[in-house]
Every structure is written in C-alpha cells, then in structure tokens.
C-alpha cells in the first residue's frame, strides 16, 4: 500500500514537473465589488475590496483579499461593519475556471441601535476566523488584464448580543457573495 502511495506521487511529480519548468508565476492586483446575502440580515448588502492574486503554475494560485462590507440585523437594531482579510487556495482545473478553500480574520464592529446603548449594550469590535469556499471564472481581456466573477460561501460564527423582545431570533453570520473584478498585471 505505502509503495503504491509513494509512486503515485513519484508519477505525479513527473508529470507535473514540465509544466512547471514551462510556467512562470503572474503577479495581478485590482478591486472587486460584490452582492451578498446573510441569512437573517434585514437586506442584501454590497461589499467592496482589493485582490492580490498570484499564479504560480497554469493550475494553482494563492489570493488575498481585504474588503468592506456592512450588514443590519433585527431591522435596525445592530448594523455590522466588517472588514476581512482573507487568503484563498486556488485551483484552476481548466484554465479560465477556478475553486478554492481559504480563511481569513474578520474585523467586525457591532454598532447597536442608540436605543440599546441606552439600554446598556455597548458597541463593540471583535475579531472571529472564518472559512470560506469559491467558484469562478476568470476571462483575460488582454496579456495585462484579467476579469474575474465568482461566488463565495462564507461561515463565520458571530456571538449576536441577547437583545430584548427577541429582535435578533435566528440571525445568523454565514453568507455568500457574487463578486466581479479586474486583475491587472505586475
């Protein structure tokens, strides 16, 4: 069984390694925009950011990402303000089409409604990890420039303060955006 294993990542190596002697690692920048729907948020919301991507071989590439997005719960009750960054794994099984796995730091203020700081429930900032995964395509326009749109899930787990008569029953912090960009060549 261990030698089966062992050639298999022998031949793998193999036929990877001309591909990789041919290929030369890319270097792209650029913002994005996107849409993005929380379950248990009172609308969909719009995020906006910038993409660090980094092709090191046709079929794998690294990407970070910082952004801006807010979001209110509990029909005004909290707002939240969040600012992620966040490192991808990209695969890309076909040239334009990509998936991957990455996490990132979320830094979230919960802004409560001036009738709850009244109350006795303070604003605050904390920082949770997230884990998301993607999908998309990526279109070169010309050598130098890239478009890019995909669809990502997040999951995200917030500790929503108890507010009273229930306003935040059921909210939730996962969600999923529609992104586009561009990606301009160093």
């Known amino acids: ?7 298999g990542i022998v031949l793998g190596i193999l036929i990877l390694l ?28 719009y995020l906006v950011g910038g993409t660090l991507r980094l092709k ?16 209110k719960f509990g029909n005004g009750a909290v707002t939240v303000k969040t600012w992620p960054v966040t490192v991808t794994g990209l695969l890309y099984p076909i040239p334009m089409i990509y998936g991957g796995l990455g996490g990132g730091w979320y830094s979230t ?3 409560y409604a001036d009738n709850f700081n009244q109350a006795g429930f303070a604003d605050e ?10 999908a998309g395509i990526e279109i070169p326009a ?7 749109g995909d669809v990502r899930f997040v999951f995200l787990d917030y500790d929503f303060e108890d507010l009273p008569g229930a306003v935040l029953d059921g909210a939730e912090s996962n969600f999923y955006s529609i992104n586009v960009g561009l990606l301009f060549r160093l």
Do not use: C, W
Not at 1 to 7: C, H, N, P, T, V
Not at 142 to 148: D, E, G, L, R, T
């Open 142 to 148: 010309s050598p130098a420039v890239h478009v890019f």
């Open 125 to 134: 900032t904390v920082r949770e990890f997230g884990y998301h995964l993607v």
């Open 18 to 45: 001309p591909i990789s002697a041919r290929s030369q690692a890319s270097f792209y920048v650029g913002p994005h925009l996107g849409a993005l729907k929380t379950d248990g948020a009172d609308a969909t919301n």
């Open 109 to 111: 203020t919960f802004d």
């Open 56 to 71: 090191l071989m046709p079929a794998i590439g690294v990407e970070g990402n910082i952004g801006y997005r807010q979001e």
């Open 1 to 7: 069984m261990l030698s089966k294993l062992i050639a």
